[in-house]
């Protein structure tokens, strides 16, 4: 699409600003987009699932990451096929729209909303939690709410000036992830490794191929995330193919730091797979663990302070991503047509910001009160998202019938759906019973609302006289 007007134009030192028939600036480039794609998925995302996949894989953590990547490959090209298609701030919304209708595409975006809105909460929350450990004097609720307020400020500021902040802490987690792989390899150099320099490709003690199949089923909800670029397509400065680039670059870069790092971490760690499967309580510490045995705790220090910060930058690309989500419904009147507005300043979607801050506040502080919060949180948001990449595959296939079929607009999507489907026969119970009331109420609003599924004209908006 190309734009319709120019805002700060002649600005001394940069290209002019052009907005698009929506209003939303283009002004992310393509290193922006992969910020944003690294932040939302977090580039340590392993650590804190490291004892948990290591325990089930029978050691070989580093193979399960390989699988993972390999299989979010088929999705992250389906993300890439529909966003040069469909260039749209509504994502898979948009896309589902374009290629199933727009009754599926309500549904799809409705789905997705649901890894969207909690996304912010969990992150916001799992800050807290992190901060309260490192401060004990300050509830987590306070924590919480803090990181709420400044995520809200930064994306109310502008695209830009939250890509910037973000550039700084990717920075400071890459490099605290060099200073992990640089003293681990000091240390095996002088002291050797705990296993097998094969075991976190082979396992300990054999080849467990459905062990690895099973943790390979959950380190996939590590790359989580990084579809979240696709919400940005209508910001772009760039061809309608950056968000594809973009997409596919940043789950090939997490998949090779997760898999150094968790090779690393396997061949340093002095708990045995068999000993993490036989005492679960330590699963959730064993990289941790690791660090102290081998690096010193003073290390595992910096960890735990880069990790408890950096949840805040993923729940600032969360609420950001659903913003534009919930702007694009807005704006074909699938929900409340306020959602659509925009702030004089930066041209953000300030209604839709406002409302996911809103939402994240309430649901975030009152899982601080909970014990179990965190856990009934990670629940409720990855079914929603698994259930909107069925949708996504499957609109490439009806998108591609309309256009010109080839045998990739059927054989990538049905194994991404596939690969799918496998994760979410081994989501937990509670998971898809919060989705599968989800989707009655989206049903439900659907019906309340007749305009929700509204039909789309030409580029995707909403046809006239709708």
Not at 237 to 249: E, I, K, P, W
Not at 276 to 291: H, I, K, R, S, V
Not at 348 to 371: D, F, G, M, Q
Request: glycine share 12%; proline share 5%.
């Amino acid at each position: 699409m190309g734009a319709t007007s120019a805002a700060g134009a002649g600005r001394p030192g940069g290209p002019a600003e052009t907005s698009t028939p929506g209003g939303l600036l283009r002004v992310l480039s393509w290193r922006d987009l992969v910020v944003y794609g690294l932040l939302f998925i977090g580039v340590t995302a392993p650590m804190g699932t490291f004892g948990v996949l290591d325990a089930r894989s029978g050691g070989a953590i580093a193979v399960v990451f390989v699988v993972a990547t390999i299989a979010m490959s088929f999705t992250a090209w389906s993300y890439a096929r529909m966003s040069h298609a469909v260039p749209r701030a509504g994502s898979v919304y948009a896309y589902a729209s374009a290629g199933l209708g727009p009754r599926s595409g309500f549904v799809a975006g409705w789905m997705i909303t649901l890894d969207y809105l909690f996304i912010p909460a969990l992150a916001s929350l799992f800050a807290g939690l992190a901060c309260h450990a490192l401060v004990p004097a300050v509830p987590v609720w306070v924590f919480t709410v803090a990181a709420v307020v400044l995520i809200t400020g930064l994306n109310l500021c502008g695209v830009r000036l939250a890509a910037h902040v973000g550039l700084v802490m990717l920075a400071v987690e890459l490099a605290v992830l060099a200073a992990f792989v640089v003293l681990a390899v000091v240390f095996l150099v002088q002291h050797g490794p705990s296993r097998g320099w094969l075991t976190p490709l082979t396992g300990v003690g054999g080849f467990d191929a459905a062990g690895v199949i099973g943790a390979a089923s959950v380190a996939v909800l590590a790359f989580l995330g990084f579809d979240a670029i696709a919400t940005f397509a209508e910001e772009t400065t760039g061809s309608t193919r950056d968000v594809g680039r973009a997409l596919q670059f940043c789950l090939v870069l997490a998949g090779v730091l997760f898999i150094v790092q968790t090779y690393l971490g396997a061949l340093l760690s002095p708990v045995s797979p068999a000993q993490l499967q036989a005492d679960p309580a330590a699963q959730g510490t064993a990289f941790y663990t690791m660090l102290d045995a081998s690096i010193g705790t003073w290390f595992g220090s910096v960890v735990t302070v880069v990790r408890a910060v950096g949840p805040v930058f993923s729940a600032l690309v969360a609420q950001a991503a659903v913003a534009r989500l919930l702007f694009a419904m807005g704006r074909e009147r699938a929900l409340p047509p306020g959602l659509a507005r925009l702030g004089a300043t930066g041209h953000t979607p300030r209604n839709a910001i406002l409302l996911s801050a809103v939402v994240t506040l309430v649901i975030a502080t009152l899982a601080a009160t909970r014990a179990n919060g965190l856990d009934v949180l990670s629940s409720m948001v990855t079914v929603g998202a698994l259930v909107a990449f069925l949708f996504l595959h499957a609109s490439v296939v009806g998108y591609a019938r309309r256009t010109t079929l080839g045998a990739r607009d059927v054989v990538v999507p049905l194994v991404g759906a596939l690969i799918i489907l496998a994760v979410l026969v081994e989501a937990s119970r509670l998971a898809l019973a919060i989705a599968a009331v989800w989707f009655v109420v989206g049903l439900v609003v659907m019906v309340a609302r007749p305009g929700a599924a509204r039909a789309m004209g030409p580029g995707g908006t909403a046809a006239p006289g709708d």
